[in-house]
């Protein structure tokens, strides 16, 4: 799926994930302009959310390499409702709730894998925007952006690097 292009009442959302302590130029690149940013976990270091911030306004949650003291006040799940969709953000799907709809979740994002992937199912837009990090194996490292027109989400992910 792909994102419309912005009109005045659409709110761009960047997404980001597994980034494990790199903040790469590319992905600031890619973030800027957008009005939150999302961060499915394994940030590693709070520096990564930091630099995020000078973007936009983060919503964050904690990953499995998540640890120490500043990771323990990042939650394991988060929601978080952008005009009239509510997103729900867990570091790896296999913590997210069986049936997302009957919950009111219209989006569904994670990372953990460091797979990119957009899939619709039952009514749920599941985003997972892939790492943007050290690159893992031949897996692209990549984030993705989602685009919410009132009750209408639409998203895509994108390479970083060439």
Request: net charge neutral; proline share 6%.
């Amino acid at each position: 799926m792909t994102a419309r292009t912005k009109n005045a009442s659409s709110t761009r959302v960047g997404l980001i994930s597994d980034t494990h302590n790199l903040v790469r130029p590319e992905a600031l690149r890619y973030l800027a302009g957008c009005d939150a940013i999302i961060h499915a976990g394994d940030i590693c270091n709070p520096a990564v959310l930091e630099a995020l911030m000078k973007i936009a306004p983060v919503t964050a949650v904690r990953g499995n390499n998540d640890i120490g003291e500043w990771a323990a006040s990042l939650p394991t799940h988060a929601r978080l409702t952008v005009q009239q969709v509510t997103i729900l953000v867990a570091h790896d799907i296999a913590d997210v709730l069986a049936d997302p709809h009957s919950e009111g979740i219209g989006v569904v994002v994670t990372g953990h894998s460091h797979k990119p992937s957009v899939s619709e199912r039952d009514g749920v837009l599941f985003v997972n925007p892939g790492s943007a990090g050290p690159r893992r194996f031949k897996l692209p490292v990549s984030a993705g952006m989602l685009i919410v027109d009132g009750a209408h989400a639409t998203a895509r992910f994108d390479s970083l690097l060439t």
